[in-house]
């Protein structure tokens, strides 16, 4: 059996998703969110899957199709660039040292697979030489922003006995203080190197790339006694393909072109707390922190 989870920005009308069940033979309907989010099971993926999902999302509405054996999952690795937060934090650090926009060209490239992740993050790095390293202080404080749910989707995953990881190809200056404030249990990311209260223009080996969050994927959840197939990952860009394709739940969200068409599940309207949803969640379990 299959489950077919719909979540909209604006209210979901109850004769669109009768429609949809009829036709796919789906057992009763059941709301997660009254007017937001609904599911129904149904025998085999239809054929008419990919046109129908089209079709929503063209109206606000997120549909993914799952397996419905093990949906609730118990390990969470998450991005953090643009997905947990809102900003690319080296694009952030790249305004502050003057070199914005080219940065941010480089990392808009990467993130959809059109240049080498190790590469590419050695060349935008080789850019902040110098930049002080109160900086990074000064951006966490006036330039991050959390995106919306994310708070909620680890607390409610931990209050079930879940465990929440955040594996970033970004930095252990950012991961730290966004892990501690979103309460995830471990953050993993590049290190970037300074000397003299400056950074150096470097970034220390290895890098965390694109490998290196599937071994991340791995490791964890056999340090827990657990598979990839007991983990949802969450990402956006080109270097979160890997992960969300060895993870039993793989969600790109509001992605990169490449991503989004690649990933097996997609979200492009709605907020982290989707997570929740597609493991079945209803709101009134969802945890506030």
């Not at 040292?97 to 080789?126: K, P, S």
């Not at 929440?164 to 730290?176: D, E, I, K, N």
């Not at 071994?215 to 969450?234: F, K, M, S, Y």
């Amino acid at each position: 059996m299959f489950v077919v989870t719909l979540i909209a920005t604006s209210a979901l009308e109850s004769a669109l998703l009768e429609s949809l069940r009829r036709q796919w033979d789906g057992t009763a309907l059941r709301w997660l969110d009254p007017g937001r989010a609904a599911e129904f099971a149904i025998p085999q993926a239809p054929a008419d899957l990919d046109a129908v999902g089209s079709e929503l999302r063209g109206s606000g509405i997120d549909m993914a199709l799952l397996p419905a054996e093990n949906r609730r999952k118990r390990l969470l690795l998450a991005d953090m660039d643009s997905t947990m937060i809102d900003q690319e934090c080296i694009d952030e650090l790249a305004d502050e040292a003057g070199v914005g926009a080219h940065v941010a060209a480089i990392t808009q490239r990467a993130m959809n697979g059109e240049l080498d992740f190790d590469e590419a993050l050695t060349e935008r790095v080789a850019l902040l030489k110098g930049l002080p390293q109160s900086v990074i202080e000064d951006v966490l404080r006036t330039r991050i922003t959390m995106a919306p749910g994310g708070a909620t989707l680890v607390a409610t995953m931990r209050a079930n006995g879940g465990y929440a990881a955040l594996v970033s190809g970004g930095f252990v200056s950012f991961t730290g203080a966004v892990a501690r404030r979103l309460g995830f249990d471990e953050d993993r990311a590049n290190v970037l190197l300074t000397q003299d209260g400056a950074l150096t223009g470097q970034v220390a080996r290895p890098i965390l790339g694109r490998e290196a969050k599937v071994q991340a994927l791995h490791q964890i959840a056999a340090a827990r006694g657990l598979t990839p197939t007991d983990a949802i990952a969450v990402g956006d860009g080109a270097n979160d393909l890997d992960m969300l394709a060895a993870a039993g739940i793989g969600v790109a969200l509001h992605a990169k072109p490449v991503v989004a068409e690649r990933a097996r599940v997609r979200i492009d309207h709605v907020d982290l707390t989707a997570l929740l949803f597609l493991q079945g969640y209803t709101a009134a379990e969802f945890v506030t922190p």
